[in-house]
């Protein structure tokens, strides 16, 4: 009877590692690659294959939020807030991209840097609102997570929004 135990307890044990390995296994090709293209002090822009499925876009943002709380950031980007008080990354402000173009530093900068006062700068806010895939933002107590983007404040929401934390 005891070696059914020990049998049966190693098979569990053996059964439950298999099965780590294929959730992790799986969590990683569900990930999408991704590249850096833009940084502007605490924001940064990347690009996903334009492929890239919703649910892989889910699974990357999940994933910063992991990382960030995980202090494994700077294995995915690089400081946002280098060398600051409260770390590498007390602040961090993820857009998400499929077109190289639209997550380049000129228009990231132009984004964050916008004036809500001149119609130009408006247009083109809600412009690159609509190119963006995805959003992560982190500061201290607040963060969120978003499939596509919204900003209350000019009023810009794109279709595929999608809160997710």
Not at 19 to 43: C, E, M, N, R, Y
Not at 54 to 72: D, G, S
């Amino acid at each position: 009877m005891k070696q059914k135990v020990i049998i049966l307890s190693a098979l569990t044990i053996v059964f439950a590692i298999s099965s780590i390995i294929v959730t992790s296994k799986a969590l990683a090709q569900q990930l999408p690659p991704f590249k850096v293209v833009g940084k502007d002090k605490t924001a940064i822009s990347i690009v996903v294959p334009p492929q890239t499925t919703k649910e892989q876009l889910k699974a990357l943002i999940y994933e910063f939020r992991k990382a960030r709380n995980e202090n494994t950031l700077s294995k995915m980007i690089p400081a946002t807030t280098p060398g600051g008080a409260y770390g590498n990354y007390a602040i961090v402000w993820i857009f998400v991209f499929s077109e190289p173009s639209w997550a380049s530093t000129d228009k990231l900068k132009k984004f964050i840097n916008v004036s809500l006062k001149r119609p130009s700068d408006i247009k083109f806010s809600k412009e690159y609102a609509r190119h963006v895939r995805a959003e992560y933002y982190y500061a201290g107590v607040e963060e969120y997570g978003t499939i596509g983007y919204e900003d209350d404040i000019t009023s810009i929401r794109t279709k595929e929004y999608k809160k997710l934390f």
